[in-house]
């Protein structure tokens, strides 16, 4: 179940690339496990690391001050790809609260919102003032607050962005949603009732 | 009189359990598949909150990225993989859900066992943990990828809590022509596109071109959905689709059959339906196609040359072309074709169905694979093996010099132990030729499996329709 999340103040690591996928943000070496932690260690590692586990320099992430990040500056269309969790869980274990993007891919976004960790979307001219402040200033802080829905830039500038009412709620409140949805157990249990004699084939399967 | 309603509409109204204001609702899901990468995290949440498996004869699970393909496999034969396989299977057996395991012919990648067994119906919701989900959105099915917290709400409730998707017609007219297929039609669509091109969407692929495709044509197509950023895609099931469904394992038989293709028949989008975006593409004079970068976007006709990052205007494009460059190792200019390839790997849930493998055996019969090539045949599931080796395909394939192995995802997860190594050039029939997607600096060149097949016999890329006696 999601922490609530409202303010996230901190550092933000520019990486502007347009369709970064999930297999980048966690290759598959990293994805033999049962189990949704530790998975930091695999945070963009064809990307941190090169053949022999030595951190590339060159990557935004294993610079100073980035590698202490809370925020995430992306490009469009960021975590297409494969729907696995762990891009989420790899990107929260390292420490990102907030991905900002002027698009995200919809399965990944879906799975930001099931972890608490902010997916903002803002325009592509508030992506370049952020990114060209974060260059400016690294050690700079950018502030999201999500009740406001507002990004606060280092220098100052301010900007605004939309977020659907139930994800900002899910955000703040750091909601227990498959608690919630059984309280509709009512309905589920009307449902089937009602599409077990209209459509009988998709309940009454024969067994393995 | 009734607004003319989409079969997207129609399924969509079918299935809403509560309407959760604010534009959400709680969906029913009709049938919900696991496999082992990323159900074992959704269980454990289960087991914490204390919470039961709503509906386990509407779960399925098979193991299918992980496992090895080698001949003798074992659970073990993976490193890293025995704790995944095995709690799929403790999993599934605490919960009473149906498991195809390893050694059982019914085991194989996910989206083509949900077809092939005819658990998924037209006109059902279906999801998994896997964004390619959208494969059997051929049968007219409204099938989608989730993340894992999503499979655990499906566990828990049988629903997934949505929003109404906006809805996009992607009409295909024209006939193709011949010696080009399903998988070329539908790399050109996302050349032309883009991968964000329907993000969000639902889409209904419509048009002659789609209604002419066989049903594991329409998965090759309905597969690729997800690289255009669609949430789903379907087809309206006509008689193809219920030929193809008829007599399946898990689908409706007798009165009940009947019934069913009544309600199916009525899925189609009525005339005048409306879609919120509509795009066309002609595919009469489509040519084969070849990926040569580092996106599914990145696709040309085999007779074309890799394109100039310095004549793009989009200066975002223009990088991301550079670096696609870079990392696959080729010069702008470059014909695509005669490019030298060190490995071929048919299979994958985009093309690994008997009919991909028909087509691939067809180009490699009396032939043999180039010197110095690796090339792998994986088929899609136990059923897909067993019917090529009855028909002779794999007697055709190894004769040519490529390994038949067994069913899995393979070569296209590439977290198992099949792997392009880096630095070596791969034509694959799978769906992603993302930075690492066969292994960590192996360059991939996405085709048709006739064309796959082509450039293993060639040594090189080549078009299929330039080979002696090839279909």
Not at chain 2, 131 to 137: E, F, L, R
Not at chain 2, 224 to 235: D, N, P, Q, T, Y
Request: aromatic share 6%; charged share 20%.
């Amino acid at each position: 179940m999601p922490e609530p999340v409202n303010r996230i103040t901190g550092i933000a690591a520019p990486l502007p690339r347009a369709n970064v996928d999930t297999d980048a943000i966690i290759p598959k070496a990293h994805l033999l496990t049962i189990h949704r932690s530790g998975l930091g260690a695999g945070l963009f590692s064809e990307w941190r690391f090169d053949d022999d586990g030595r951190e590339r320099p060159d990557f935004v992430l294993n610079q100073a001050p980035w590698r202490e990040a809370k925020i995430l500056l992306a490009g469009e269309n960021f975590g297409c790809g494969s729907s696995r969790e762990h891009a989420v869980w790899s990107l929260m274990d390292f420490g990102i609260r907030c991905v900002i993007a002027p698009s995200f891919a919809s399965i990944f976004h879906e799975n930001c919102q099931k972890n608490g960790l902010a997916a903002v979307t803002l325009d592509e001219a508030a992506l370049a003032h952020l990114v060209a402040c974060a260059q400016a200033t690294p050690a700079a802080t950018t502030t999201v607050d999500i009740k406001a829905s507002r990004v606060t830039a280092p220098d100052g500038r301010e900007f605004p962005f939309t977020m659907e009412a139930a994800r900002r709620q899910a955000l703040l409140e750091g909601l227990d949603e498959i608690g919630a949805s059984l309280r509709h157990d009512a309905a589920m249990a009307a449902f089937e009732a009602r599409d077990r004699a209209q459509r009988p084939w998709i309940h009454a399967l024969p067994t393995a | 009189m009734t607004m003319p309603r989409s079969i997207i509409d129609k399924i969509w109204d079918q299935h809403v359990v509560a309407d959760l204001g604010d534009g959400r609702v709680l969906l029913h899901i009709d049938r919900h598949m696991l496999h082992e990468v990323t159900s074992p995290q959704a269980y454990a949440g289960l087991a914490a909150a204390g919470r039961r498996l709503r509906r386990p004869d509407l779960t399925f699970a098979t193991a299918d990225h992980i496992v090895s393909t080698e001949n003798g496999r074992t659970d073990d034969t993976v490193p890293g993989g025995p704790e995944m396989i095995r709690a799929l299977r403790a999993n599934a057996e605490a919960t009473g859900v149906a498991l195809f395991d390893l050694g059982d012919v019914r085991q194989g990648i996910v989206h083509v066992i949900a077809p092939e067994l005819g658990i998924a119906l037209p006109g059902a919701t279906l999801v998994c943990g896997d964004s390619h989900t959208s494969t059997v959105g051929a049968l007219g099915a409204m099938a989608w990828g989730i993340g894992t917290s999503e499979v655990e709400h499906v566990m828990a409730t049988q629903t997934a809590i949505l929003r109404r998707p906006p809805t996009m017609r992607i009409t295909v007219s024209g006939t193709r022509p011949a010696g080009v297929s399903a998988k070329d039609m539908v790399l050109k669509l996302i050349a032309t596109i883009g991968t964000a091109g329907a993000t969000g969407y639902g889409v209904e692929y419509a048009g002659p071109a789609i209604r002419a495709l066989s049903m594991e044509e329409r998965m090759t197509v309905c597969n690729m959905s997800v690289e255009l950023g669609a949430r789903f895609g379907l087809i309206a099931p006509d008689e193809v689709t219920f030929a193809y469904l008829q007599g399946r394992p898990f689908a409706p038989a007798g009165a009940l059959w009947e019934q069913a293709v009544v309600a199916w028949r009525a899925l189609a989008s009525d005339p005048g339906a409306r879609f919120d975006a509509e795009i066309e593409l002609d595919v009469s004079s489509l040519t084969p196609q070849v990926s040569w970068g580092t996106s599914p976007q990145d696709c040309i006709g085999v007779g074309e040359t890799v394109p100039d990052p310095e004549r793009e205007a989009d200066p975002k494009r223009r990088q991301a072309m550079r670096r696609a460059l870079d990392y696959i190792g080729l010069e702008p200019g470059t014909p695509i074709r005669d490019l030298p390839v060190d490995m071929v790997f048919i299979g994958s849930c985009t093309n690994s169905r008997i009919e991909d493998l028909r087509a691939a055996a067809a180009v490699l019969k009396g032939r043999r694979v180039a010197a110095g090539l690796r090339a792998l045949v994986v088929p899609g599931s136990g059923q897909v093996r067993r019917q090529a080796e009855a028909e002779g395909l794999d007697r055709v394939f190894t004769a040519a010099g490529f390994e038949w192995r067994e069913p899995g995802c393979s070569m296209c997860a590439g977290m198992n132990a099949d792997r392009v190594p880096p630095g070596k050039r791969c034509v694959a029939t799978s769906n992603r030729n993302f930075e690492g997607r066969q292994g960590p600096g192996a360059r991939t060149h996405l085709a048709s499996p006739a064309t796959a097949a082509a450039a293993a016999v060639a040594g090189r890329i080549v078009d299929v329709r330039s080979l002696e006696g090839s279909a």
